[in-house]
């Protein structure tokens, strides 16, 4: 049987283990992959005992007190600490979440966190987005309406057709679906992926958009759309309790019937 083993660089080793200094009774070990491309060096895991009794209740905050407190240099994004904006996206516990989201008090035992799967790492905790938002922007995610409509003030929608839109304008990019996908895996370069199908979908049943035909035809493709097998995995896995999944099954029984 063929056997293949990791480029000697890639392989993820031990890092520095960070002691309590406080002597808190309440410590949690968390584990938390880094990777700085400007030293020559591995992979790594650090720990780190957090006191937890002086630690806000979300994965985030024990990023933000280590940051804080015990090590400046820890690297990851965050904006809103509301799930709002969707870039505290990463690996928690095995699962892709949203970090400000998550509770640690649901976590038993030591927290691993890692980047988002399957993508390039910019630094510690933060994945290189850049390919997900160039098929992003490949759907053109706005209004196309004709040129007199767009001097109007207002563009109306009846409230039954912006119902349409519920479970799918919520939906923030946080690419938590896309990377658990095995198809985006194996053909992110290619498939569009669970978050971007999804946007597909919200502009093409939006009532007021007038090009429905020429969005489904720029995803009516062998390898943007079809390479989804219904796996389930980004359903799953998405934070805000959507379902990518359903999306993608009404868009490929669109193309089916139109
Ligand atoms: S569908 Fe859910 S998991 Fe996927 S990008 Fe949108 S909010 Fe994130
Ligand atoms: S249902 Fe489709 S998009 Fe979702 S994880 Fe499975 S293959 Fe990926
Ligand atoms: S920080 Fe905005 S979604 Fe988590």
């Given amino acids: 049987m063929a056997q293949f083993n990791l480029p000697k660089n890639s392989k993820i080793i031990k890092g520095n283990y960070f002691k309590d200094l406080t002597g808190s009774k309440n410590i949690k070990k968390v584990n938390i992959y880094r990777w700085d491309p400007d030293k020559n060096e591995n992979p790594k895991i650090d720990t780190f005992e957090v006191d937890i009794e002086k630690c806000g209740s979300k994965v985030l905050d024990i990023l933000n007190k280590i940051k804080n407190e015990i090590d400046s240099s820890l690297t990851y994004r965050r904006s809103c600490a509301h799930g709002v904006c969707g870039s505290c996206a990463m690996n928690v516990d095995g699962v892709n979440t949203l970090s400000c989201l998550k509770s640690h008090k649901d976590i038993s035992g030591e927290i691993n966190i890692y980047p988002l799967p399957h993508l390039k ?138």
């Fill in 121 to 258: 790492v910019i630094k510690d905790l933060v994945a290189d987005l850049s390919s997900l938002y160039r098929q992003y922007e490949s759907i053109e995610p706005w209004l196309k309406i004709k040129e007199k409509k767009s001097q109007e003030n207002e563009i109306n929608q009846l409230k039954e057709d912006r119902k349409k839109l519920d479970g799918l304008y919520e939906c923030i990019m946080c690419a938590c679906c896309s990377t658990a996908c095995p198809s985006y895996w194996w053909n992110g370069e290619k498939y569009l992926g669970p978050a971007v199908l999804l946007q597909a979908y919200r502009w093409i049943i939006d009532s007021r958009d007038e090009e429905r035909k020429e969005r489904l035809n720029i995803i009516a493709d062998k390898l943007k759309l079809y390479r989804c097998h219904t796996i389930m995995n980004c359903t799953n896995s998405c934070p805000k309790g959507l379902n990518p999944a359903k999306a993608i099954s009404s868009l490929k029984k669109m193309l089916a019937t139109n």
